[in-house]
Nanobody, 122 residues
Framework: VQLQASGGGLVQAGDFLRLSCTGS????????IGWFRQAPGKEREFVAA????????YYADSVKGRFTISRVNAKNTVYLQMNSLQPGDTAVYYC????????????????WGQGTLVTVSS
């Protein structure tokens, strides 16, 4: 499966953004999808994940209550709604597939899209 992340941009603290991860191929709906982010000089970290059915959701503690992951399989798209953005959320955001649901280790994901940059100014 090929993945493409989009929707990043420059916003102010307190603003919101919605990222999209669009997949190619008929099998996209069978993949669990994860969102990760990587800030300059830091390791890639888990943000959120959603099962292929959309029933099971997982979030990093740092984004719980602010970010929401969802998917529309008919559109081959997974969304990451990010509210109340903070400067600490500044990073390149990646979507990934190919891991069991609930995996938070980036090494467990086989397929990656290119990142989309989110910059939050104070």
């Amino acid at each position: 499966v090929q993945l493409q992340a989009s929707g990043g941009g420059l916003v102010q603290a307190g603003d919101f953004l919605r990222l999209s991860c669009t997949g190619s191929g008929r099998t996209f709906s069978t993949y669990n999808i994860g969102w990760f982010r990587q800030a300059p000089g830091k390791e890639r970290e888990f943000v959120a994940a959603i099962s292929w059915s959309g029933v099971n959701l997982y979030y990093a503690d740092s984004v719980k209550g602010r970010f929401t992951i969802s998917r529309v399989n008919a559109k081959n798209t997974v969304y990451l709604q990010m509210n109340s953005l903070q400067p600490g959320d500044t990073a390149v955001y990646y979507c990934a597939a190919g891991a069991a649901i609930g995996q938070v280790n980036a090494n467990d994901y086989k397929y990656w899209g290119q990142g989309t940059l989110v910059t939050v100014s104070s």
